[in-house]
């Protein structure tokens, strides 16, 4: 089971990056997909999550209304769309996985596997 986080980058503020989480070893259909991000000296925070039956989304309240989280299940894939990024946003990012949860969620601690992350710099 491996989860591998791509897309990031350097971006100026006001810039759009997709993120993308794909998975090897297992079907992310069947998982609830946490994206999660870690700023230099902070505490990883909840950033999107999507849900497995119904598809249903949930965005912390700093990134609504910018990022988009989706699947694409016959990539295997899920992707975290992010527009109007700001310097706030610069983070390495991370995806995560869990199979137990019907309804995702943005606590970290409630997931079972992760990728590496990928490094999301804004610049002002």
């Known amino acids: 089971v491996q989860l591998q986080a791509s897309g990031g980058g350097l971006v100026q503020t006001g810039g759009s990056l997709r993120l993308s989480c794909a998975a090897s070893?297992?079907?992310?259909?069947?998982?609830?997909i946490g994206w999660f991000r870690q700023a230099p000296g902070k505490e990883r925070e909840g950033v999107s999550c999507?849900?497995?039956?119904?598809?249903?989304?949930n965005y912390a309240e700093s990134v609504k209304g910018r990022f988009t989280i989706t699947r694409a299940n016959a990539k295997n894939t899920v992707y975290l769309q992010m527009n109007s990024l700001k310097p706030e946003d610069t983070a390495v990012y991370y995806c995560?996985?869990?199979?137990?949860?019907?309804?995702?969620?943005?606590?970290?601690?409630?997931?079972?596997?992760w990728g590496q992350g990928t490094l999301v710099t804004v610049s002002s």
């Open positions: 995560a996985a869990e199979r137990r949860l019907r309804l995702c969620t943005l606590r970290r601690r409630e997931y079972d596997y």
């Open positions: 070893g297992f079907s992310l259909a069947y998982y609830a």
């Open positions: 999507i849900s497995v039956s119904d598809g249903r989304t």
